[in-house]
């Protein structure tokens, strides 16, 4: 399917299908602002990735900004029934951010203009981030009175370390993309006008890759992250054995005997 829209593209996530990508583009003005009713659409959209056999997922913004941060009127309310109103209209922080990492494909984000607050969080929960050279990226809620509340702190000590980790959150800058490149928060920095093509040729490579192979590699590292390198060492086989039994695999191995590397076409089976 190339560039065909789900009936729900007027919605505050609209999705489109670009062969084995599925586009994810948020759509919520002014600013794609983060609370339960845009995280519900960003899991909605890639469940219909799921359900459309789609093999990578690309999330962008349509608007001016990525995401400036947070819907603060979330705030106004009581903290004890903060928890109740997100499930009522959209999932809690938590199992935003456990769903998003469950996503069984990779999940590639192109970030322009800022993203800040929950919108850096976002970004932080998928497999790539790409950025244009002119947006600003930062944790900033300590200029509320707060510190990233959607799992930001302990995925910014996963990607950067403690000393930056710490700096982000408690200096709330924002940062030009070149600097968390080079601190491996974010994997790419790009002109502004090269940002949608490249996005997209990197969510379309990863698409067309072995995406059993794939799944495994973001399940296993997950668990390292989590538990530690021991305890992956010790998963890895149980993880492995979805790869053992795919056709990619076979693909991947008779194409390398007849032509040499790099030339197989994966079916994502």
């Known amino acids: ?6 009936p729900n593209n007027d919605s505050i996530v609209k999705v489109e299908h670009h062969d084995q990508v599925t586009v994810l583009e948020m759509n919520s003005p002014p600013h794609n602002l983060v609370g339960p009713a845009l995280m519900a659409g960003i899991l909605d959209g890639a469940k219909l990735a799921s359900d459309c ?12 900004n990525f995401s400036a941060g947070a819907d603060l009127t979330l705030f106004e309310r009581p903290a004890k029934g903060q928890d109740s109103q997100a499930r ?14 469950n996503i069984p494909i990779p999940v590639v984000t192109s970030i322009h203009g800022v993203c800040l607050g929950g919108g850096l969080e976002i970004a932080l929960t998928t497999d790539y981030i790409i950025a244009a050279r002119s ?13 990233p509340i959607m799992g930001g702190v302990q995925r910014q000590v996963e990607r950067v370390g403690l000393i930056r980790a710490k700096e982000m959150s408690m200096l709330a800058r924002r940062y030009d993309p070149a600097t968390l490149e080079r601190w491996n928060l974010i994997n790419l920095v790009v002109d ?16 067309n890759g072995p995406t059993i192979a ?7 590292a997950r668990v390292a992250a989590d538990e530690g390198i021991s305890v992956a060492d010790k998963k ?3 993880i492995q054995k979805p790869i053992w039994r795919s056709a990619d695999l076979k693909t991947g191995l008779a194409s390398f005997m007849k032509r040499g590397p790099g030339l197989a076409r994966f079916e994502g089976k």
């Not at 794939?214 to 296993?220: E, F, G, M, R, V």
Request: charged content about 20%; hydrophobic content about 40%.
């Open 135 to 147: 947006a600003r990226i930062g944790s900033v809620e300590a200029t509320l009175g707060l510190h």
């Open 192 to 207: 502004d006008e090269q940002l949608e093509a490249t996005a997209m040729s990197i969510a379309q490579e990863l698409g």
């Open 53 to 64: 056999g789609s093999r990578c997922i690309l999330l962008k913004s349509g608007l001016r």
């Open 214 to 220: 794939h799944s495994a590699t973001k399940s296993l």
């Open 236 to 238: 890895m086989i149980e």
């Open 88 to 101: 009522e209209n959209g999932p809690t922080a938590a199992e935003f951010l456990m769903d998003m990492e």
């Open 1 to 6: 399917m190339t560039g065909s829209a789900t």
